[in-house]
């Protein structure tokens, strides 16, 4: 069955510093990587996917078949970065969603 | 504005009350989906619908119902409520058959059932 793992619970890093949120995942078939993002008081929504190879708010993130992971990265981190992160893998034929446990990300002064 | 519209924002309410979390977009979506979300456990998918009048499980199904008779509705109904579905819950849709390019969130539903 498919599986989504983030680590950390909770990441703390100073701003200015890289960030790092793990995901690794398990899946039999050929693999779509999301990530979303649920800032304070807001809607959970799309930051990117592994498909679009784009960098959204300076974060990109690369899906590494071999290690099975999609670990998302910044290498300066803001304040308005603090957020919920949640990594997400594509099953079913497209019909399935299946969500990592998240990992909260808290960027201080 | 294009969004998914969920009501109530808060609700609690006692163990067997049958209640029901509506949820609407107007962006003509075809797939729509039901998740909760509890702390550890992340965002977990309760049931989806992939056009009108289909629907199927999702992973944690049990307790829950849903109907979809309208493209833009898709209802969560709980019949007989317990204290283990107290968790924020997460209405969602996309264009397409499945979930396609992106969901599009709302804003989401906190039950709380004593």
């Known amino acids: 069955a498919q599986r989504v793992t983030q680590p950390e619970k909770l990441l703390s890093v100073f701003k200015g510093a890289p960030v790092e949120l793990k995901c690794n995942y398990s899946?039999?078939?050929?693999?779509?990587l999301f990530w979303y993002v649920q800032y304070s008081r807001q809607r959970l929504q799309l930051l990117l996917r592994?498909?679009s190879r784009e960098s959204i708010k300076g974060f990109t993130a690369d899906l590494n078949k071999g290690e099975t992971s999609f670990h998302l990265k910044k290498p300066f981190a803001q304040e308005e970065d603090s957020a919920m992160y949640y990594c997400a893998l594509l099953t079913g034929g497209g019909n399935k969603l299946t969500f990592g446990t998240g990992t909260q990300l808290k960027v201080e002064l | 504005e294009a969004q998914v519209t969920q009501n109530p924002r808060y609700l609690i309410t006692v163990t067997g009350k049958k209640l029901t979390v509506t949820c609407s977009q107007n962006?003509?979506?075809?797939?729509m989906s039901w998740y909760r979300q509890d702390p550890g456990l992340g965002l977990r998918q309760i049931y989806y619908s992939m056009n009108v009048e289909v629907t199927d499980k999702g992973d944690v199904p049990e307790g829950y119902k849903v109907s979809r008779k309208e493209k833009r509705n898709f209802p969560l109904i709980l019949e007989s409520p317990s204290p283990n579905q107290t968790s924020l819950y997460f209405c969602a849709s996309s264009m397409g058959q499945g979930v396609g390019e992106k969901l599009f969130f709302g804003s989401g539903t906190q039950l709380s059932v004593l």
């Open positions: 962006m003509n979506h075809e797939y």
């Open positions: 899946y039999s078939g050929s693999p779509e």
């Open positions: 592994h498909i």
